[in-house]
């Protein structure tokens, strides 16, 4: 008897470690399927880098001849959702427009316009930036470019006549200076 209860216990031994190897190699297959599947959609990509990277560099690199030999110092300030409308920032701009910096400084200390004040933080930051990022001469600089761009309008309600209502519109712009220095 002794026996047969080491030969049973044997195959239950021996069921158990075959349905452990059956388990084991199922894993080891879906490992390697998926670990394949990477290894083929990373193949795939780095494919598709490789001819990107082939076609695009030399039309880069043309672009960047270009802009080299038609380049000039530009330094420029942007402001942007400005909780005034573009139109009444544009009245100031066009004063300025074309003007010496410090010129352009001038007019607007003495502009009684709600843009002006705008434009004078915008016009500081535009200096700052030639003089410190450009090495631009501040006796030089005059204003090439300044345009004023609508931004996202906030809408509100309120309450009219008869039970109607009414939407204000709380404009919003963008601002852009651009300075260069003058030959």
């Avoid at 300030?77 to 410090?102: C, F, H, P, Q």
């Avoid at 931004?151 to 008869?162: D, E, F, M, S």
């Amino acid at each position: 008897m002794a026996e047969e209860e080491k030969k049973v216990t044997a195959k239950k031994t021996a069921t158990k470690t075959t349905t452990a190897k059956k388990t084991t190699a199922t894993k080891a297959t879906k490992t390697t399927k998926t670990t394949t599947a990477k290894k083929a959609t990373t193949a795939k990509t780095v494919k598709a880098t490789a001819t990107k990277t082939t076609e695009k560099p030399a039309v880069k690199a043309e672009k960047k001849v270009e802009v080299k030999a038609n380049e000039e110092l530009v330094a420029r300030a942007t402001v942007k959702y400005e909780r005034m409308s573009s139109r009444k920032v544009a009245i100031v701009a066009n004063l300025i427009r074309g003007k010496n910096a410090d010129e352009a400084m001038a007019i607007l200390k003495f502009t009684p316009k709600a843009g002006a004040e705008v434009l004078t933080k915008l016009l500081k930051s535009a200096i700052a930036n030639a003089e410190n990022t450009k090495n631009m001469t501040h006796s030089k600089l005059y204003v090439a470019e300044i345009y004023s761009n609508q931004g996202p309008t906030l809408k509100r309600i309120r309450p009219a006549a008869k039970g109607s209502a009414v939407r204000i519109r709380k404009r919003t712009s963008h601002t852009t200076i651009v300075l260069k220095e003058r030959v």
